[in-house]
């Protein structure tokens, strides 16, 4: 075993135990710290497959803006209240069906190709290559995405308008 | 020779922590000492001669005072939460560059910890993991005055961080690279400050405003919120949130110095010390400007975060692409 292959395996396990422990916490500041920590997994993993631009990206966006407000939310949220319950039978049914189905083609994709056996050659995209790549082939993809990203800057903003002005208009009426 | 390369590394590591580390305690004295003359007052003078001895004295009461964790608190995170800023801080410096090339006995040691090829994300994205230390903090503390300072800080810091990030891509787009090493060695010609003046200004607003001082310390702000975030915690846990505050001081310095100050170039000097002048240098001029300087509003906060200082950026952006191209 290799030392990559041993941090592999190390971070494998840090990302699944973590990702495992924010599904199953009730608090939602720790399970929102275990996501963190998960994402930060990835991050490291993304850096050990050769991928540093994704990896900070990784932790820049997801990691630190994202869950960021995520917590906000949840902080002002009073946390231990509510008796504490299981989801009915119901509402696990598809959760399970879903997670099976998961394992199944996780577990055809480990052992049924050919490629598992081989070992990923080590090769580092630096950030210029990276672009380079992506705008040269992708450019058209990469254009759609932040023409969706605008749409909804823009929906973002309409909605936060409206709400300025009925509450401005409200605000004239009541005096 | 690995092992040789190593050891390099681990004394690289090893100067550049206990530097920040001094370098923090000495800044908290000359914070002092300055603050007290703008306003007219004498600051520490009683620990050895003019207060020398005072950031000593201060580690050694921090350090031994009870570390008290209040009953209601979350324990566990309310133990961790001035440990994430004060390492974020630290690790920051890994990609400053403070020199050329050594040759030592025939091996050349690279004068920065660590040469990333995404040096300027990863500051970014340990200066975003910050954020959770002052947020957790707060929340962890499970009083009212620490969880506002704790939000304040989060909406604070998230606001700022996209002028930050904005006030560096002309940066990139001049020196066409994320590794710090490269960035300084576009500018052996000119520093960036001369050809971005609007970028520099953007990255020193934003940048303090990260860092919570004065005109931006809504998190902490003393007399509405008792002490904000750090409020129920005592000792070197305490220590540790001022630690992570002045160090980040020291890294805005030195980032403001690598991207617009040409980094450790400057005539006569060894570059270490080049670099050590336009770090306190930056440093002083915070120190003035808290001096200087009342308290913002929120609102006002937000205004010139999200409708000055990010279309400022946005704008400058453009008018380098454009300067670029044509």
Known sequence: MTLYSLLFYLLAIIILASTVMAVTRRNLVHAIIYLVVSFFGSAMLFYLLGAPFLAAIEVIIYAGAIMILFLFIVMMIDVDRHKERLFPIRQCLPAIIFGLVYAAVGLMVTFGHSGSKASMPIAVATPNAFGRFVFEHHWLAVEIVSLLLLVALIGALYLGRLKIEKSAAAGKETP | ????????????????????????????????????????????????????????????????????????????????????????????????????????????????????????????????????????GGWASNSKFALLGGIRGA???????????????????????????????????????????????????????????????????????????????????????????????????ALLAVFFLGGWRGPL??????????????????????????????????????????????INIVITGAFIVY
């Not at chain 2, 690995?2 to 580390?21: P, Q």
């Not at chain 2, 919120?225 to 220590?239: D, N, T, W």
């Not at chain 2, 409708?307 to 950026?313: C, F, R, S």
């Open chain 2, 1 to 136: 020779m690995w092992i040789f390369g190593f050891i390099a590394l681990l004394v690289k590591i090893g100067l550049v922590l206990g530097g920040l580390l001094f370098v923090a305690a000495y800044l908290v004295w000359v914070e002092r000492k300055l603050l007290a003359r703008l306003q007219v007052r004498l600051g520490p003078n009683r620990a050895g001669k003019f207060g020398l001895l005072q950031p000593i004295a201060d580690s050694i009461k921090l350090l031994t005072k009870e570390d008290i964790v209040p009953e209601a608190a979350d324990r566990v995170l309310f133990l961790i939460a001035p440990a994430i800023v004060a390492v974020t801080a630290l690790l920051m410096f890994a990609v400053v560059p403070f020199g050329t090339e050594l040759l030592i006995a025939g091996q050349v040691i690279p004068l920065v910890v660590s040469d990333l090829n995404v040096g300027l994300l990863y500051v970014f994205a340990l200066s975003s993991l910050g954020v959770y230390g002052v947020a957790l």
């Open chain 2, 155 to 253: 909406a604070q810091m998230i606001s700022y961080e996209l002028a930050l990030g904005l006030s560096l891509v002309p940066v990139v787009m001049l020196a066409r690279s994320f590794s710090l090493v490269e960035i300084v060695n576009a500018q052996a010609d000119y520093p960036f400050v001369l050809v971005q003046p609007v970028s520099f200004i953007i990255f020193f607003i934003a940048a303090m405003a990260e860092s919570k001082r004065i005109p931006f310390d809504l998190p902490e702000a003393e007399n509405e919120l008792g002490a904000g975030y750090h409020m129920e915690y005592s000792g070197m846990r305490f220590g540790l949130f001022f630690l992570g505050e002045y160090v980040h001081m020291q890294i805005l310095g």
């Open chain 2, 269 to 314: 000097l060894p570059p270490v010390v080049w670099l050590t002048i336009k770090m306190i240098l930056a440093a002083l001029v915070m120190v003035w400007i808290r001096g200087t300087l009342p308290r913002l509003r929120y609102d006002q906060l937000m205004v010139i975060g999200w409708k000055v200082l990010i279309p400022a950026a946005l």
